[in-house]
């Protein structure tokens, strides 16, 4: 008797819910493609491309925007003899520098046998070789750079959309594309950095629930066999993924979830049920993920901002977080991080979507400013932080959060 056996009943095709899955269409998307195909026309052209600087939070659709357009210019294009065009795509999670950016393009465009190192060069020789390795391809060159934000200098950016206006290169025609999940990114920038880089800006708003529905329907109606999902279903799915950010990748990832369920409890249809349990497994594991994912600071700025949370304070900004965050450093005998470094751990957990942040403006008098709040269930967050409550101590705002807490545990003392 096999072990194994092929199970058809839910799934016609459940790889159409995975991230890597590219839809022949993109729905709920149309002005910010329109947008998008127009910044890209001079290719199409023959002229030198704009560089574009594209924005919004995770799972709203930037990266697929940008697959399925360059996909498109690629086939359109083959049909002039006059224009060569080379998209090189690079993700830049892991990568913090301009010298690593520069080192991977470089290789991107070498082969196997020719690689370089990724230390060992000075910064300026490794763009002289960059530059030799743009003019050899030739031709129209659009670099796509994945979660731009994760580079902390920004001499990449300079160099790039600049490089053929300093004679850098003579054969290439170069545009930038950046992509980036912090709003606040594009405001770090350089002016002069931020004039080349953000030449045709385009902001991509989180799906509302019924762009939701229309994306799931979509997915659904390859990857599930037909009157499998109860009515239900996708709405519930939607109305999550709207109230989670407009995470359309989050929603996605529930009616997968949802179909696994209904596929492993061998059921013939998929309910509201398998949506609202999967959906709290899958928001344990995001959770467990993302925490453990962060730096020891990282826990404790999460830890102060929890205990705020609880205390009514919320939504709160920086500096106010700030005194509870140090308090917590010193009892766990760590030294304190700058106000900047702290607030770069709230815009991480921002973007994990455990935190959720308001932009606040009063004017000329209050100006612009962020308040945080927590965007998770507590208990959840506290069985991911065990470890840092334990090292902390316990404050009195979470302890009915926590079965039987040690009284020893407790910060009786708390400032």
Not at 34 to 40: F, N
């Amino acid at each position: 008797m096999a072990l194994f056996e092929r199970d058809h009943d839910i799934y016609r095709d459940r790889d159409a819910l995975r991230e890597d899955y590219q839809p022949e269409e993109l729905v709920g998307r149309d002005e910010e493609l329109r947008t998008y195909q127009g910044a890209l026309q001079p290719v199409i052209n023959g002229e030198q491309p704009n560089n574009v600087f594209l924005y919004g939070k995770t799972g709203v659709g930037k990266t697929a925007a940008t697959r399925y357009l360059l996909e498109h210019l690629k086939l359109d294009v083959a049909e002039y003899d006059d224009i060569d065009l080379t998209v090189v795509f690079s993700n830049c999670d892991g990568l913090t520098s301009s010298y690593q950016v520069a080192t991977r393009l470089v290789n991107e465009f070498r082969s196997e046998t020719n690689q370089i190192s990724t230390t060992g060069y000075p910064l300026g020789a490794v763009y002289e070789m960059l530059w030799d390795e743009l003019d050899d391809c030739g031709g129209t060159i659009l670099v796509v750079l994945d979660e731009i934000d994760h580079i902390d200098d920004d001499s990449i950016l300079y160099q790039l959309p600049r490089a053929r206006a300093n004679d850098k290169v003579a054969e290439a025609k170069i545009g930038l594309i950046g992509i980036s999940n912090d709003f606040s990114f594009r405001d770090d920038l350089s002016p002069k950095v931020k004039s080349s880089l953000c030449e045709q800006e385009i902001h991509f708003p989180a799906y509302n629930a019924t762009n939701l529905r229309a994306i799931l329907q979509q997915r659904a109606d390859v990857a599930f066999h037909d009157g499998v999902l109860n009515d239900e279903v996708i709405p519930l799915c939607a109305a999550y993924g709207a109230k989670d950010a407009g995470d359309a990748r989050q929603s996605i990832d529930l009616l997968m979830k949802a179909g696994d369920l209904a596929r492993d409890e061998d059921t013939e249809r998929v309910t509201a049920e398998h949506v609202r349990r999967g959906r709290r497994a899958l928001e344990r594991g995001r959770i467990k993920e993302g925490i453990t994912g962060l730096t020891e600071h990282g826990h404790l700025v999460l830890y102060a901002l929890l205990t705020l949370d609880l205390e009514g304070e919320a939504p709160i900004r920086s500096r106010d977080v700030r005194p509870r965050y140090t308090r917590f450093a010193e009892l766990a005998n760590r030294d304190p991080l700058v106000p900047r470094r702290m607030r770069d751990h709230l815009s991480e957990l921002a973007m994990l979507g455990i935190v959720s942040v308001t932009e606040r403006n009063e004017g000329r008098r209050g100006g612009t400013y962020r308040e945080y709040a927590l965007d998770m269930d507590v208990e959840l967050l506290l069985s991911a932080m065990a470890e840092t409550v334990e090292l902390v101590g316990m404050h009195d705002s979470i302890e009915e959060h926590v079965d039987d807490p040690p009284v020893s545990a407790t910060l009786d003392d708390f400032e």
